[in-house]
């Protein structure tokens, strides 16, 4: 059964930091690229960073510079530190898990999800 559970979130004063994690199960993790994503109310869910299993990074726009994705494939976990933080970063944020095999079948596995505040 595969699991993805996210900690780390809560409510920080703007230019405040935090850091996420998910820890992963049930999935040969060191294979799957990792991202977060977020969902603010009232809009859809969008990405906020990636982690491939090659090692490459990417990261949205409105994040690029505040936060980075790291990963322990040791520890089957992907963290996501949040630095600078804005109101506007106030949302759930979600791991995901995502792999293809080499029939292009892809994997998609996500998280609970854990709630990220930015409030004064």
């Known amino acids: 059964q595969v699991q993805l559970v996210e900690s780390g979130g809560g409510l920080v004063q703007p230019g405040g930091s935090l850091r996420l994690s998910c820890a992963a199960s049930g999935i040969s993790f060191s294979s799957y690229a990792m991202g977060w994503y977020r969902q603010a109310p009232g809009k859809q869910r969008e990405l906020v960073a990636t982690f491939t299993s090659g090692g490459s990074t990417d990261y949205a726009d409105s994040v690029q510079g505040r936060f980075t994705i790291s990963r322990d494939n040791a520890k089957n976990t992907v963290y996501l530190q949040m630095n600078s933080l804005k109101p506007e970063d106030t949302a759930v944020y979600y791991c995901?898990?995502?792999?293809?095999?080499?029939?292009?079948?892809?994997?998609?596995?996500w998280g609970q999800g854990t709630q990220v505040t930015v409030s004064s």
């Open positions: 995901n898990a995502e792999r293809s095999d080499y029939l292009r079948r892809k994997y998609r596995y």
